[in-house]
């Protein structure tokens, strides 16, 4: 089994900073792309950034120069610095791995964390 764990959510004020992080944890070979996805209430989940093993990143347009993914690939983690915090970031944002085990690819989510901006 595989599991994501996932940390840093919270209420912020606009204009305020979080950090948040997602281990995974389990029988992995190998973990490829890792990511962050956000869904706001009555909205799509959209992804907001992502990070291949290479350290190669992708933004969310909404959030370019505000947010900072990376990731440690010894501790099987990956990190969203989110600065500049916005009422519209508020959302449950939800870790994405795809990760190779026993020969397989695999797409793993974690349980998601909440993220609230607000004065």
């Known amino acids: 089994q595989v599991q994501l764990v996932e940390s840093g959510g919270g209420l912020v004020q606009p204009g305020g900073s979080l950090r948040l992080s997602c281990a995974a944890s389990g029988r992995i070979f190998r973990i490829n792309v890792m990511g962050w996805y956000r869904q706001a209430p009555g909205k799509e989940r959209e992804l907001v950034a992502a990070?291949?093993?290479?350290?190669?990143?992708n933004y969310a347009d909404s959030v370019k120069g505000r947010f900072t993914i990376s990731r440690d690939n010894a501790k099987n983690t990956v990190y969203l610095q989110m600065n500049s915090l916005k009422p519209e970031d508020t959302a449950v944002y939800l870790c994405?791995?795809?990760?190779?085990?026993?020969?397989?690819?695999?797409?793993?989510w974690g349980q998601g964390t909440q993220v609230t901006v607000s004065s």
């Open positions: 994405n791995v795809d990760l190779i085990r026993d020969f397989k690819l695999y797409d793993c």
């Open positions: 990070i291949t093993s290479g350290g190669s990143t």
